[in-house]
């Protein structure tokens, strides 16, 4: 391919025809034409001028834990950005790359005693995929602890402090077209075992509540005002319903999983059912918390 060549005469790291499935926590999706994987800021300015110059489309990609990528697979370049994975405290704040794995920053986290982000517990999220969908659970947000983003766009990079930006539920409003590259995050120092406490505590609960061992994007609804989606699905009767290879969680009704071998159109039919039967019963429309990409 004679892009992949483009990529390749610059030392950078690119794969043709991946199935996005690798990708994905919900292990569904079809090929990526091209996958992009800078190691570090350079390669991705340097990447993201080759795509600029051959005009080809691009998709940025975290950990790929709140992602619905369609059978048909996504055209153009696919731009991971796991390969940007370092962070480090400096003093109470921590500075990390967008592809930074919430897991293994909060391990150290835990290891020294650095509170703040335990809520986040047993979440497979990047950091900067985090951020994009300000990730929050058990009232807190990851918009409460963020200090300054910094983002590529037009063609370059440039940090904002959070006050400069709005933040709301499951979404932020940086500029148009913006990727997020890197956070500072407003640490406490606190005693280890604190914070393993609390840390314990946050993940014994997800585990008794969501389907932690089974493929899936995490909620795939957002919550209506007032109401959880997972309490109206599973009023009409639907927890624990399957349709083909695709399930509505027995744990937790706002979660959709695959079942095993799950195809996104069978995933994309049982969400399609949800939402009929939870309108036709409180003529309330759910939205997707989940991104939804790609050609079907």
């Known amino acids: 391919m004679i892009y992949k060549e483009a990529f390749l005469k610059e030392g950078l790291w690119v794969e043709a025809r991946t199935p996005l499935a690798r990708y994905t926590t919900f292990r569904v999706g079809g090929e990526a034409d091209l996958i992009f994987k800078p190691r570090n800021f350079l390669e991705l300015w340097r990447g993201l001028e080759i795509c600029q110059a051959l005009g080809l489309p691009t998709f940025f990609l975290g950990g790929g834990s709140n992602l619905l990528v369609r059978d048909g697979g996504i055209r153009g370049v696919v731009v991971s950005l796991k390969g940007l994975k370092r962070f480090s405290f400096q003093g109470e704040t921590l500075e990390a790359e967008a592809g930074a794995y919430l897991p293994e920053i ?15 517990a047993g979440v497979p999220s990047t950091l900067g995929g985090a951020v994009v969908m300000n990730a929050g659970a058990f009232g807190q947000e990851i918009s409460d602890v963020l200090e300054e983003i910094t983002v590529f766009h037009q063609g370059g990079f440039r940090t904002y402090r959070v006050e400069d930006l709005a933040f709301s539920y499951r979404s932020w409003n940086g500029p148009s ?15 280890p075992r604190e914070v393993q406490a609390r840390f314990k505590k946050y993940l014994d609960k997800r585990k008794r509540t969501q389907p932690l061992t089974k493929p899936s994007a995490g909620c795939f609804f957002k919550n209506p005002p007032e109401v959880a989606a997972g309490y109206l699905i599973e009023e009409v009767g639907l927890k624990g319903f399957v349709q083909g290879r695709a399930g ?30 939870v309108f036709k019963a409180f003529g309330i429309e759910l939205k997707e918390e989940v991104t939804i990409v790609g050609e079907s």
């Open 106 to 120: 909060l391990a150290l986290c835990l290891k020294e005693g650095f509170a703040g982000l335990e809520f986040l």
């Open 177 to 191: 077209g913006a990727v997020v590259v890197k956070a500072k995050i407003k640490m406490k120092i606190s005693s």
């Open 248 to 277: 509505v969680s027995e744990k937790h009704a706002n979660f959709i999983v695959n079942l095993g071998g799950a195809r996104a159109s069978e995933i994309l039919a049982l969400a399609e059912h949800v939402k009929e039967e």
